[in-house]
Each structure stands twice: as structure tokens, then as C-alpha cells.
């Protein structure tokens, strides 16, 4: 985030680069210095004959490399935006001969998403020396609230430790989902608000009290009775809550617990660090640590594989997804 606003920076001050390659796992910082680039490089008087968006299955290095050559119509610069980028993998060391000498008056921005460039290779070295690259790395489970509560504040909004959780638990690690729905809320909640579990519940679907989130608390805290109503509205509900990604976040639980039993240093920080989980959920885990001993943990991770093998049909002669999910917690508490 730090390099992100350095980049933006950067550009504000027309310290402008002729190659941006935007590579790696996570897209959404990619889209993010995309977008400003192409809405900021050039004014809209200049955009109509000197700003080109391409898209990496339709053209070619060649036609790339030819456009990037051409002189910017009564402009300063012109903007190239290839987006798509690493649909162009198999052809991007024809960019080496570019990149050891880019026009200055070219700005080129490759989109290169869910890859990476070997940094051995020449063409990465030049696209380094005489552009900039940078990659932007998948974030751990653990570190995407912080990333929520550091976008919000940057928006003048502040969330709730448990809306932050269900966010992350429902939508996973995909920062642009995240931020799709943190804008829907944003629209509906004057600034200053407080996010609140109430607030993703109403208005993104999530229900706050029938969730795996809350199905895990309940099993950690051994509340048999509050499991099983959970499970019941699983049953209920199967579309919103799928059998198999019910059994794999209870059996990502007890893998965790069996992890944390064995860890030395039990310091909270360093827990969130080794399990990659929200140091939120800590606390989860240590109710958990007390009433589920490591040999009762080893035997209900087993158990747990056999419940999602059932769950996808071997050998379970297609019992219902509620004797299965009763199966689950009978061989969890028993």
C-alpha cells in the first residue's frame, strides 16, 4: 500500500516513468494504478488522440512496440494501457529491445495479472532500470483486515472488528470484491460511520448470527445448542451456505487448533502470524485450546475428511446435507 502511494505520488509530482509493469497475484492494486494513470497522465483534451487502451489477446508485442514508437499528437505524452497483459506471456521478450530504450514520451503501462516476470530474465532487468515494476503480492487471510481498516479510515470511515471478520470470512482474500462492497456501504452510510456487523448483514446479505464464523465460535465454545440451529438454517439455506465450504472452514478450524496446540510461543501476535487467520479470531481459538485436548483435535480432523468425502457424493448413498452436517457436529462433540 505504502509502494502504491509512492507510485501515485510520484505521478502527481511528474515524475512520470515511460514503462509501468504492473504484475502479480493480487489485481486490485493493479486496476487501482491503471485506472489513475489513465485518468490522470493526460488532460481529457489530450486523451482523444493520444490515450489507447489495448487488450493483451488482441494484439501483439510488435503492434505494441510500434504504437509505443509513434510521437504524441500536440501533447507532451502519450498513454498506452494494455490491459490483459499476461495474455501476452509467451511473446514479452519481444519488449526487451523497447525497454532497454523507451520513448520518453510514451507512457506504457502493462496489466499483467495473476503472474509474475522471472527477474532473471533481461527484459525484467531493463523493464527495472529504465521503467518501473512492481508486483503486487496476495495478501495473507490474517492481514486483510487491516487493509479494510486502513482503506476506510483513508475514506474517513471506521468497522467494526467482527464486520471486518465477515467480510473476510465470506469474501476471502479478494481485495476487489471487498472494496466493491465497502463502496456499496459507503454510498448508504454518511461519513464517520462505524461499519458494524448489523450494517454487512442489511446490506450485503450476510447474515450475522447464522454464519460458519459463528458456527466455529459456537463449536470452539462447545454451545452444542447454538451449533445446531446454525446448522439447521445451513440446511434451510443450502445456496448460501454450501456444504463444501461449510465442512472445509470447520475442518481450516481444528487444522489451526491442531497447529496452535503444538506452538511454543503462544503469543497472540505470533499465533495470527503462524495460523494466517485475523488476530480477531484469536480468542476463538484459545476457548477452543481449552476444551478440545490435541488428541480429541487429531481424531475430529479425521473425522472431518471423511464428512467431506460424503459431502461430495463417495460413498454416502446422497444423504441429505443435514445428516451430514448432523454427523459433523455428533463426531465433533461426542
Known amino acids: 500500500m505504502d509502494e502504491v502511494a509512492k507510485i501515485v505520488n510520484d505521478i ?29 497522465v493526460l488532460s481529457e483534451e489530450e486523451k482523444g488522440f493520444n490515450q489507447t487502451v489495448l487488450y493483451g489477446r488482441d494484439v501483439s508485442m510488435e503492434d505494441i512496440v510500434s504504437s509505443a514508437k509513434r510521437y504524441p499528437m500536440m501533447a507532451e505524452r502519450q498513454v498506452i494501457i494494455i490491459k490483459e497483459a499476461q495474455d501476452l506471456t509467451k511473446s514479452i521478450d519481444k519488449l526487451e529491445s523497447y525497454a532497454e530504450n523507451p520513448m520518453p514520451s510514451t507512457v506504457l503501462v502493462f496489466c499483467y495479472k495473476y503472474k509474475t516476470l522471472d527477474k532473471r530474465k533481461k527484459v525484467t532487468k531493463q523493464l527495472e532500470k529504465n521503467g518501473l515494476v512492481y508486483e503486487s503480492k496476495k495478501l495473507y487471510e490474517n492481514q ?9 479510515q483513508g475514506k474517513g470511515y471506521a468497522i467494526e472488528p467482527k464486520a471486518s471478520a465477515m467480510l473476510v470470512e465470506f469474501l476471502g482474500t479478494d481485495l476487489s470484491k471487498i472494496n466493491n462492497e465497502l463502496e456499496k456501504l459507503q454510498i448508504i452510510l454518511p461519513k464517520g460511520s462505524s461499519i458494524s456487523a448489523k450494517h454487512i448483514e442489511e446490506n450485503i446479505g450476510f447474515s450475522k448470527d447464522y454464519n460458519v464464523f ?90 472431518l475428511r471423511q464428512i467431506d468425502v460424503k459431502s461430495k457424493g463417495v460413498g454416502a448413498n446422497a444423504l441429505p446435507v443435514s445428516d451430514l452436517l448432523k454427523e459433523m457436529l455428533i463426531g465433533i462433540f461426542k
Open 12 to 40: 502527481k509530482a511528474q515524475n512520470i516513468k515511460p514503462i509501468y509493469f504492473l504484475m502479480g497475484e493480487e489485481p486490485y492494486y493493479i486496476d487501482r494504478l491503471s485506472d489513475y494513470i489513465e485518468q490522470n
Open 144 to 152: 486483510v483486515g487491516e487493509w479494510i481498516k486502513r482503506v476506510l
Open 214 to 303: 459463528e458456527l466455529r465460535k459456537a463449536i470452539g465454545e462447545r454451545d452444542e445448542l447454538k451449533a445446531y440451529k446454525i446448522i439447521q438454517y445451513f440446511a434451510d439455506n443450502p445456496k448460501d451456505n454450501p456444504m463444501v465450504l461449510t465442512t472445509g472452514q470447520v475442518f481450516s478450524f481444528f487444522s489451526n487448533l491442531l497447529l496452535y496446540h503444538g506452538l511454543k510461543d503462544k503469543n497472540p501476535k505470533n499465533v495470527a502470524a503462524v495460523l494466517k487467520v485475523n488476530p480477531f479470531f484469536i480468542k476463538d481459538y484459545d476457548v477452543a485450546l481449552r476444551n478440545y485436548p490435541m488428541k480429541k483435535v487429531s481424531g475430529i480432523v479425521g473425522n
